[in-house]
Each structure stands twice: as C-alpha cells, then as structure tokens.
C-alpha cells in the first residue's frame, strides 16, 4: 500500500506519531515496527494493533520509512538498512544526523526528509521542523508532513542547518517551560501557598497563557500590554524580569543549545 509505513525503533516518539496517525485514521495493518525490544514490541502490537518485530531482516521496507532510532545506534541500523532501498522516502527523527551524512551511511539514498519534532508530540500537542533533500518529490514531502502533523503542527525550513536553531527554540523548548513551571511554583510555595495549590495555578496559568496566544491571533506583545495596567502588579513584576536581563538569559539558552546541537552535528557526522 502506497500510505504504508515502516518504523524502525518503537520508542516515545515513535508510539506517539503512531497512536497520532491511527487517530486520524490510518490503518493499524497499514503500519509495521521493529524494534530490538520484544517488550517493546509486544506493547505496540497490544496497544494499537500494528505488526511488531525485533529484527530488521523480519520487517517489510514500506513506502515510507520512519527513523526513530537514537542518534547513536542510527548508523548501524542506516548500514544494514542501505542495501535494501529503493525509492522509499525516509524520514528521520533522529536528532544532530545531518542529512548528507545519513544519506552516505544509507549508500548514497538521497530521498530523505529530516525533522526534529518535540516531547509535546506525546499529548498530540507538538510542533516539529522538516527539511527535506533534494532528491524528495512534492509528493513524499506531503507524505512527510502529514505524518508530523498526526502529533501537531509542522514547519519548513529552508537550510538544513535551521535545524539546530529549531532544537534549540522547541526541540528543548519543554524543558525552559518546564523550568519556568517549576520556578513559579516555588515562588508560590515560598510565599505560603500549599504545593497543590501553587502546582495548580503554575499549569493552569501557562497553559492558558499558551492556548490565548495560540487561539487570539496577535503578538504576544500586544497580549502582553493588554495583562499590564501601568502602576500595577504585573508591571512591577516585568520590570524586576527585565532589571534581571530576562530577554538576554533566555537568548544566551537557546544559543547555547544551537551550538551545542551543532557540536553533536559534527560528532555524529564524524563517525565511520
């Protein structure tokens, strides 16, 4: 079947855009695993119904094969995978892997599309950024997309070392909220509320915050001009965030996070 699907590696990503993909529809028999963990395997065929087995060699090469594999075990899974192609579109989850090298380690396959989606994939609330090779048609960069789009919202982007800058912003993105989470939730404690109450007033309060910007249509600028009546609470609170070099922290984060994703770029790349 042209919408088949090939995964190699069952892990969190890879149930999360699978359990996305049945949601919308697609087949489970549509959908075959491999993965070097029988429990694994016995998860995913018991959870959604999809074929799973633990070698490569058992596993039928579908029009489309996900790459799901940690970056370190890709190479060996590329080598052993290489000889088998043909004009399969592969699609790699595989952070820091840059393109021109998976496509050596796959024997020179040129019909790859690398993305670097993130953890809110889980909850089907995830964004992930794609750039595709050259050798990709229109076609299969669709096909691409819309198996992205099962766990959330997709870009492009137009070079492929825009990818670094994408880890940085929302592959890692989580985790700074997650951070910020934790932060507003010990100031609330500190300042005598309950654990569950400040816990609960941290989700609700990002959350929230997250779905207005989403769904409101303007500039957080503007969304937050209009949180902020001069001589108040909230005006006081962003000028001690700005007296701190608030915007500047967060810049010099996600610096720090692009380059060391470029690092880990020409780590991988260097292996045989």
Not at 198 to 209: E, I, P, S, Y
Request: aromatic letters at 4%; proline letters at 3%.
């Amino acid at each position: 079947m042209q919408n088949s699907i090939t995964f190699i590696g069952g892990g969190n990503m890879a149930a999360a855009i699978i359990g996305g993909l049945i949601a919308d529809g697609t087949p489970a028999a549509s959908i075959e695993v491999v993965d070097v963990s029988s429990e694994t395997c016995a998860r995913l065929a018991r959870q959604f119904g999809v074929r799973a087995h633990t070698s490569l060699d058992q596993v039928q090469l579908h029009p489309v094969i996900v790459l799901a594999v940690k970056p370190q075990q890709l190479l060996d899974v590329a080598k052993q995978l290489g000889p088998r192609l043909r004009e399969q579109l592969v699609v790699s989850i595989a952070a820091g892997v840059r393109l021109g090298d998976l496509s050596r380690w796959l024997g020179g396959h040129g019909r790859i599309v690398r993305t670097m989606p993130n953890t809110p994939a889980m909850v089907g609330a995830g964004i992930a950024g794609l750039f595709a090779g050259g050798e990709v048609s229109a076609e299969q960069r669709s096909r691409a997309e819309s198996i992205l789009r099962a766990v959330g919202a997709v870009v492009w982007v137009k070079d492929e070392s825009e990818l670094d800058w994408v880890t940085a912003l929302s592959g890692s993105g989580p985790a700074y909220v997650f951070y910020f989470i934790e932060a507003l939730e010990d100031a609330g404690i500190r300042a005598g509320l309950s654990d569950d109450v400040a816990r609960r007033l941290a989700l609700h309060t990002v959350f929230g915050a997250a779905k207005l910007a989403l769904e409101a249509g303007e500039d957080p600028t503007v969304l937050r001009s209009k949180v902020t009546s001069r001589g108040g609470t909230t005006e006081r609170a962003l000028a001690s965030l700005e007296a701190d070099g608030f915007m500047d922290m967060i810049a010099r984060a996600v610096n720090a996070a692009a380059a060391r994703s470029k690092e880990l770029g020409d780590e991988l790349g260097g292996l045989a």
